[in-house]
């Protein structure tokens, strides 16, 4: 059942924004269709709570998380046979000036093995240790899921729209910006709708 927030400034938090690219509802989070994906299969994990960061979620949220995530992944499998996560976490609202949804989110991605665009101050990391990166600072992080290896580090190592910007290069996408090319209401609920027929074909 969905939650409606109260931040009712926040894109994330308002279920009118959001109902129509719904693929799935987790314990803990909306599963959702990028609203401009880079890639087919490009899907947004949202938290159902107003959260900056999913760092801020309890141990046991998740770890119920990565158990979905997983799950999801090898559905999307179909569309490609690596699948990432990338996070940028605030640990507090951005006053930078710099682009973000101040809503904690990942980005779940079929595209080619992006580690090599990723800063060389990169930490080695875990799913599970969300809470301890956002303790220390904004962060970034990446997850590559099948192959397990997963990384870490500050946000302001990594530009806005980081992941958007390497993944649309690797699938060879020009107009990848989200906010100067939004897709058309239709055209999103259509890549809803081919992710939930994945999502059924493998349940």
Request: net charge neutral; proline share 4%.
């Amino acid at each position: 059942m969905h939650q409606e927030n109260k931040n009712h400034a926040c894109p994330f938090c308002r279920w009118s924004d959001i109902s129509s690219r719904l693929v799935c509802e987790l314990d803990d989070a909306y599963v959702i269709s990028d609203a401009h994906p880079v890639t087919k299969g490009h899907l947004l994990i949202v938290s159902k709570t107003h959260h900056l960061a999913f760092g801020a979620m309890t141990p046991s949220s998740l770890s119920r998380l990565r158990q979905a995530i997983l799950g999801i992944s090898h559905s999307l499998a179909e569309l490609n046979s690596r699948v990432i996560l990338f996070e940028h976490g605030n640990q507090a609202i951005n006053r930078s000036g710099r682009p973000s949804v101040d809503h904690a989110h990942f980005h779940l991605i079929p595209t080619a093995d992006l580690q090599l665009y990723l800063p060389a101050s990169k930490k080695s990391a875990s799913f599970l240790n969300l809470q301890s990166y956002v303790a220390e600072c904004s962060y970034y992080f990446y997850w590559d899921i099948f192959d397990d290896v997963a990384y870490w580090g500050n946000a302001n190592d990594v530009e806005p729209q980081f992941i958007r910007r390497v993944a649309a290069f690797e699938s060879g996408l020009v107009n990848w910006n989200w906010r100067a090319n939004p897709f058309s209401g239709d055209e999103v609920k259509l890549h809803s709708k081919m992710i939930r027929s994945l999502l059924v074909k493998r349940s």
